[in-house]
């Protein structure tokens, strides 16, 4: 979302990038052709991921082979500058997770799962402040003692003025768990990795579910996540809370409360706010959203090879 009220939205389809935009109420804008990236990581919440300033918007996606890529438009002109690699060593990012967020003064902070050094996979990051442009030397936000954090779960990314929070899912003491990093100067540091709730998952595979991240007008942080077969929320600190049975949770947090979907037996659900029972949004997967200014909140979701949105 924009400080105009705009959603930004893109997605992938074979090896190339689309980019469209949406107003509350309104018809998608015209789709119009990114570029194209030989070998490009979709599905599975792996693909291109989107952010926004009043000055820019910053996709990143990544290749097969393992490397970050920045495309960045300038909003004044609508022009995207030619793709720029955001890894500063080759060939590392090979499982296709990569999140993005926007701070101010057109700062941008990408985060992703990173084999250098040790083949073993760590949280790394590095910053913009040009507007994606250009980016900063790589630095290695996370790193499991165990030696790996979880390998096939979605990283998150969110931002709100100088504040940035990033999810991932740990692998500690045999424990598939989440946890949370946050930033008060707009991404150029961050503090120690916080476990999110009580409970634990040991648990020797990957579950391929990173769950969802928000920041609410507030600037409080809520996230959604999934233990076994049960999905959580929980505030940093703060006791986690069961909300239902599924997988694959998002949220979108607004003055009226947390709006959450989740899929479970091949449909998406919703909780709304003030509400505990989950209601059918009907067939899809790999939900995102985003909330208006007016607190209605976008959905969009993956449904036999299309994507499809709906106002919730």
Request: proline share 5%; with cysteine; charged share 20%.
């Given at each position: ?285 790999y939900a995102k959203m985003a909330r208006f200014a007016n ?18």
């Open positions: 979302m924009d400080e105009g009220n705009t959603a930004h939205i893109v997605y992938g389809k074979g090896e190339v990038l689309y980019y469209t935009t949406l107003r509350t109420g309104e018809q998608t804008e015209s789709t119009i052709k990114v570029d194209s990236l030989p070998g490009l990581h979709l599905g599975a919440s792996r693909g291109p991921q989107i952010a926004v300033s009043a000055q820019s918007v910053v996709i990143t996606a990544l290749d097969k082979a393992g490397n970050v890529w920045a495309f960045s438009q300038r909003r004044d002109t609508g022009k995207w500058q030619k793709r720029i690699r955001v890894n500063d060593v080759p060939d590392i990012a090979k499982e296709g997770f990569v999140a993005v967020a926007a701070g101010p003064d057109n700062s941008y902070t990408a985060v992703w799962l990173d084999l250098r050094d040790n083949k073993r996979n760590k949280l790394a990051g590095a910053h913009s402040t040009d507007g994606g442009r250009t980016w900063s030397g790589n630095t290695i936000l996370y790193q499991s003692p165990d030696g790996t954090i979880c390998e096939c779960c979605q990283v998150s990314a969110v931002s709100r003025g100088k504040q940035v929070a990033v999810m991932f899912r740990n692998f500690l003491n045999g424990s598939r768990d989440m946890y949370l990093l946050q930033s008060t100067n707009g991404g150029q540091s961050f503090g120690s990795a916080e476990k999110l709730g009580e409970g634990t998952w040991p648990l020797n595979a990957c579950p391929m579910d990173g769950g969802g991240l928000a920041i609410g007008p507030d600037g409080k942080i809520s996230t959604v996540w999934r233990r076994a077969d049960k999905l959580f929320t929980a505030q940093p600190g703060q006791p986690e809370i069961e909300r239902a049975t599924g997988k694959n949770p998002k949220i979108a947090t607004t003055r009226k409360g947390d709006y959450i979907v989740f899929q479970q037996a091949g449909e998406l659900w919703a909780i709304l706010p003030g509400q505990t029972q989950p209601v059918s949004l009907g067939p899809g997967a607190d209605r909140v976008l959905c969009l979701w993956e449904q036999d090879g299309t994507i499809r949105a709906a106002m919730i």
